[in-house]
């Protein structure tokens, strides 16, 4: 930057002048105040030479460490997961739903519609003692895959406690009439959900689904189970697992003390051909086994089987 400033031999033509110096006739004298003058004038020149060489390198290529906090800044305020806005945007937009059973139960649910073109839709079923808010982490991702997911607290169950009979640890165990409802939702709320509905289920959730899907293949494309056991309190699952013919994906572990060989037993009697399996070694049962592993696998086996 130093060519900017063209007149560099104006300090020097000062000194000349300050030692009287008579480059052509006269040797070189130096007195006391010429000698204090021309320090003094050296001094000032050097230090505006300084200053003009660092305004040229300020105005010319900016040094890197004097943006770092701005970059960290921007980095962190335009980050999308640190942007409250753009959080509120990605996140399903939850609906809570009321529905009336043919029995007169009223059953509340969890509704995440999809975004984009509809793939289908899910119903998700809790285990017993649980609620639809076990499957929230699943129907978001669903949501966002394109499925509509409508996750319902079964009756007796969460906030599903109006109805005929008695709710809490003596809730009815069949639940055919909550899943029946939540179709027929479904329907509802689009057409092109025919024919490409899902069931998800874990516990006695699971039998449920299974026992449901057997009997309307017609409307049930596919199901997943978490935890289904051969019978749970009177929900046979044997019978309806050597019907079903359609897609199935099982999520269990080896030591469930309470699914026990259920699982297996169900596999190796469904007549199906497309039948997926997660074993875990371990005794966890029902949505003790969502995780991120379980939780993408249902996801890519529903977008694969509702299409």
């Known amino acids: ?14 000194i000349r002048r300050c030692l009287k110096i008579n480059t052509t006739n006269s040797p070189l004298r130096i007195t006391r105040q010429a000698y204090l003058s021309l320090v003094q004038t050296i001094s000032l020149s050097l230090l505006t030479v300084s200053l003009v060489f660092v305004a040229g390198c300020k105005n010319g290529t900016d040094d890197p460490r004097d943006h770092v906090g701005q970059q960290l800044n921007v980095s962190q305020s335009s980050h999308p997961r640190n ?32 975004r984009g073109a509809p793939t289908g839709a899910v119903v998700l079923l809790h285990e017993r003692d649980h609620a639809a808010t076990d499957w929230r982490q699943l129907c978001e991702g669903l949501a966002e895959s394109g499925i509509a997911a409508l996750a319902i ?25 909550d899943i029946d409802a939540a179709c027929k939702y479904l329907l509802k709320e689009s057409k092109t959900f025919d024919h490409h ?10 039998n449920n689904a299974l026992i449901y899907a057997a009997a309307h293949a017609d409307l049930v ?17 044997m019978t309806p697992a050597k019907v079903w013919a359609g897609p199935m994906y099982l999520v ?15 596999r190796d009697n469904c007549p199906a051909r497309d039948k997926e399996t997660n074993q875990f070694d ?9 995780n991120s592993t379980t939780v993408e696998y249902s996801i890519i086996f529903f977008g694969r089987t509702l299409k």
């Open 282 to 290: 371990d005794d966890k049962h029902g949505t003790e086994l969502l």
């Open 83 to 114: 942007s409250p806005t753009t959080v509120n945007e990605v996140a399903p937009p939850r609906r809570i739903v009321t529905l009336v059973t043919s029995d007169n139960w009223k059953i509340i649910g969890d509704y995440y519609p999809q």
């Open 153 to 177: 607290d079964q009756r007796g169950a969460g906030r599903s406690s109006r109805g005929p009979s008695e709710t809490g640890k003596n809730a009815p165990w069949n639940t055919q009439p």
């Open 197 to 206: 509905i899902g069931l998800i289920g874990a516990s006695y959730g699971a």
């Open 252 to 266: 269990y572990s080896l030591h469930d003390p309470i699914a026990g060989l259920g699982p297996e037993q169900i």
């Open 1 to 14: 930057m130093l060519e900017q400033h063209s007149d560099l031999s104006c300090p020097f033509r000062i």
């Open 221 to 237: 494309q596919s199901i997943a189970l978490f935890s289904p056991g051969l019978d749970y309190n009177g929900l046979d699952a």
